[in-house]
């Protein structure tokens, strides 16, 4: 499984982190882990040169619309940190977190060269009326302050064959999301036919998110 983003389609209208906060039932209001809007003011050279490749004409001035998450590593820096065992690289591609093992270290988000590990440092705020009862352990049950956070590309919905609630509630098909063992797929297509990028990938953990353009 894997991700591909065109921030060129990115309107910016953040349905994908609103998407993401209803399926999860487990974060606090002020933590975002479905992306991250860049900001020349808080941003690598590394990744504002990545921003001007994918639009044209964006200047030092401004910011744009490139979300930044959980990358899904085939070799992930988070996971060989943790000293309970807390991620694992599953064979389907995901990174997957158990809650019930982190003691709030914190050491993944130090680690990892995304920044894109939140912490929850109030208790979430999840109306009754407003769980999501379709939860998975490793994926959107419930949890508390105190915990770290990250994308688990929805493995609740994923291994049903659903798109993440990221990419399901993009309106301009800005996320498209899939098996990169099928030939067939649109994510396959992509890799093989458009302008990819990835991020940092000299430091060799190989991300499973790309970024495109059309």
Request: with cysteine; aromatic share 10%.
């Amino acid at each position: 499984a894997a991700m591909l983003y065109n921030s060129a389609l990115c309107v910016g209208c953040k349905e994908c982190q609103v998407a993401c906060k209803d399926r999860l039932n487990s974060l606090s209001p002020d933590v975002d882990i479905s992306g991250y809007d860049v900001d020349p003011d808080n941003l690598s050279a590394y990744t504002w040169t990545l921003v001007k490749l994918h639009k044209d004409e964006v200047d030092d001035s401004q910011s744009a619309f490139v979300k930044v998450q959980c990358m899904h590593c085939v070799d992930p820096v988070c996971a060989s940190v943790c000293p309970v065992g807390a991620l694992e690289k599953t064979e389907a591609g995901p990174v997957v977190y158990d809650a019930e093992k982190c003691f709030g270290c914190r050491y993944c988000m130090a680690a990892c060269p995304y920044q894109a590990r939140r912490f929850n440092w109030h208790e979430p705020e999840v109306p009754a009326n407003e769980v999501n009862l379709k939860q998975h352990y490793l994926g959107n049950r419930k949890r508390t302050k105190g915990v770290t956070e990250k994308c688990t590309f929805c493995i609740q919905r994923s291994r049903e064959g659903l798109n993440p609630a990221c990419a399901e509630a993009c309106p301009t098909g800005a996320r498209v999301f899939g098996n990169l063992l099928d030939p067939k797929s649109e994510i396959r297509y992509i890799l093989a036919n458009k302008k990819i990028y990835r991020l940092k990938e000299d430091l060799g953990t190989e991300p499973k998110f790309w970024y495109f353009s059309d």
